[in-house]
T-cell receptor, first 115, second 108 residues
């Protein structure tokens, strides 16, 4: 088995700030993902990465940067936090190239609130 | 429009009742997963079910790919089953496309 760790658990920022969320996995999975979950809108893909130093944009990449520094870690940066923004950011990983056929495992999430 | 439609949006059960949750996809898909999420909790994968029927304890998932639908059956519900059930499809692109979920509340 393995585990996905996300830090911080809660993040409170101010409008215009650059905020960074971190994700670590010890599954030795190739592919990692960042999703955003908003009430009433479901989960949406922001970025994913199929290997170290690879980055692929999802449907919601505008306003975000990502970094896959090493196989086990995947960071997400909110480039300019929007006032009253409130969402949960979920990191996931799966094995294999492309991960089309594979189960995705999720972390506990980072809860963002922008004042 | 929404590519993944889940129904019902919410469900209230008395402990011991059975329930069936539906997931319909508007496009062709390669595979799909069912997840469970407690309020404020992370997603737990219940089934990775590209086709056919899979069972795990009191949960049964049935996917009919050519009809673009999947169902999740909960038998003899328990209060600990309360939470949100999400289905998601993988349609040859990276990442999953999620439905909005079915919120299940089970009362004793």
């Amino acid at each position: 088995g393995g585990i996905i760790t996300q830090t911080p658990k809660f993040l409170i920022g101010q409008e215009g700030q650059k905020l960074t969320l971190k994700c670590q996995q010890n599954f030795n999975h190739d592919t990692m993902y960042w999703y955003r979950q908003d009430s009433g809108k479901g989960l949406r893909l922001i970025y994913y990465s199929i290997t170290e130093n690879d980055l692929q944009k999802g449907d919601l990449s505008e306003g975000y940067d990502a970094s896959r520094e090493k196989k086990s870690s995947f960071s997400l940066t909110v480039t300019s936090a929007q006032k009253n923004e409130m969402a949960v950011f979920l990191c996931a990983s799966s094995s294999g190239l492309g991960a089309i056929q594979d189960t995705q495992y999720f972390g506990p999430g980072t809860r963002l609130l922008v004042l | 429009g929404q590519q993944v439609q889940q129904s019902p949006a919410s469900l209230v059960l008395q402990e011991g009742e059975n329930a069936e949750l539906q997931c319909n996809f508007s496009t062709s898909l390669n595979s799909m997963q069912w997840f469970y999420q407690r309020p404020g909790g992370s997603l737990v994968s219940l089934f990775y079910n590209p086709s056919g029927t899979k069972q795990s304890g009191r949960l049964t998932s049935t996917t009919v790919i050519k009809e673009r639908r999947s169902s999740l059956h909960i038998s003899s519900s328990q209060t600990t089953d309360s939470g949100t059930y999400l289905c998601a499809m993988n349609n040859y692109a990276q990442g999953l496309t999620f439905g909005l979920g079915t919120r299940v509340s089970v009362f004793p």
